[in-house]
């Protein structure tokens, strides 16, 4: 598939930002066709409703970074540069190379809060917002990336959207708790591009919080 201008210039800015991350512009490398497990699941059989509060949920970073915030993962599937975008994300972010690193640090995450919930350990809410929405982030970006099945990436969105529903209560109480994650941390700019990014969102008439509300009944049904 041939990439137009845009298309091009984004990838060499991508490049260009991992090069610096890495330092001495080495790539470790990235794996880029990982085998996966079979899996049966597609998108007809998710409710329509589920998969945009997914989108809802991680609507704030995919707009930050530029990403379409109406895509589970913020690309279409078919859309090559958004597979080689999340995996240099990982590489650069979150020093994930491979599918292997991605779920180990899936399960860590997951593992953290299932302990917090089972136990009622006492956490911040933000930080809580901070971990179950940043679950939802990764594993939608690892379905893109081509680390995790559709299923496996449905299946941890899943978990972690029922659990932000008992954190909080609406779209506005999880912005201002990831903002605030964000803000402790990341750094202070980034946090205030977020506020920003989510009060923009909220003047959108696309905005994917304004088409489902945060109380949806999340229902598994593939």
Same mark, same amino acid.
């Given at each position: 598939?041939?990439?137009?201008?845009?298309?091009?210039?984004?990838? $060499?800015?991508?490049?260009?930002?991992?090069?610096?991350?890495?330092?001495?512009?080495?790539?470790? !490398?990235?794996?880029?066709?990982?085998?996966?497990?079979? *899996?049966?699941?597609?998108? =007809? *059989?998710?409710?329509? @409703?589920?998969?945009?509060?997914?989108?809802?949920?991680?609507?704030?970073?995919?707009?930050?970074?530029?990403?379409?915030?109406?895509?589970?993962?913020?690309?279409?599937?078919? !859309?090559?540069?958004?597979?080689?975008?999340?995996?240099?994300? /990982?590489? @650069?972010?979150?020093? $994930? /190379?491979?599918?292997?690193?991605?779920?180990?640090? $899936?399960?860590?995450?997951?593992?953290?809060? =299932?302990?917090?919930?089972?136990?009622?350990?006492?956490?911040?809410?933000?930080?809580?917002?901070?971990?179950?929405?940043?679950?939802?982030?990764?594993? @939608?970006?690892?379905?893109?990336?081509?680390?995790? +099945?559709?299923?496996?990436?449905? !299946?941890?969105?899943?978990?972690?959207?029922? =659990?932000?529903?008992?954190?909080?209560?609406?779209? *506005?109480?999880?912005?201002?708790?990831?903002? +605030?994650?964000?803000?402790?941390?990341?750094?202070?700019?980034?946090?205030?591009?977020?506020?920003?990014?989510?009060?923009?969102?909220?003047?959108?008439? @696309?905005?994917?919080?304004?088409?489902?509300?945060?109380?949806?009944?999340?229902?598994?049904?593939?």
């Amino acid at each position: 598939m041939r990439m137009n201008r845009h298309m091009q210039g984004l990838m $060499i800015l991508v490049l260009g930002h991992f090069f610096d991350r890495a330092g001495g512009g080495t790539l470790r !490398n990235i794996e880029r066709h990982p085998r996966l497990p079979e *899996d049966n699941v597609s998108w =007809r *059989d998710v409710d329509a @409703s589920l998969r945009e509060w997914f989108c809802a949920a991680s609507a704030i970073n995919r707009k930050a970074n530029r990403w379409n915030v109406h895509k589970f993962g913020g690309f279409a599937k078919w !859309n090559p540069l958004g597979g080689e975008l999340s995996r240099m994300m /990982f590489a @650069s972010s979150w020093n $994930i /190379f491979s599918r292997r690193e991605l779920i180990e640090t $899936i399960q860590d995450m997951s593992e953290q809060m =299932r302990d917090v919930f089972a136990t009622q350990k006492k956490m911040p809410k933000y930080v809580m917002v901070w971990q179950l929405q940043r679950l939802i982030q990764i594993s @939608s970006s690892g379905y893109i990336a081509g680390y995790l +099945t559709l299923g496996e990436a449905l !299946n941890t969105s899943f978990v972690a959207g029922k =659990r932000l529903q008992q954190v909080v209560s609406s779209w *506005d109480e999880l912005a201002e708790g990831y903002v +605030t994650a964000y803000n402790e941390f990341m750094d202070e700019e980034g946090a205030k591009l977020r506020a920003d990014v989510y009060q923009e969102l909220k003047q959108d008439a @696309s905005n994917p919080c304004a088409l489902v509300p945060f109380d949806l009944e999340l229902r598994k049904t593939w």
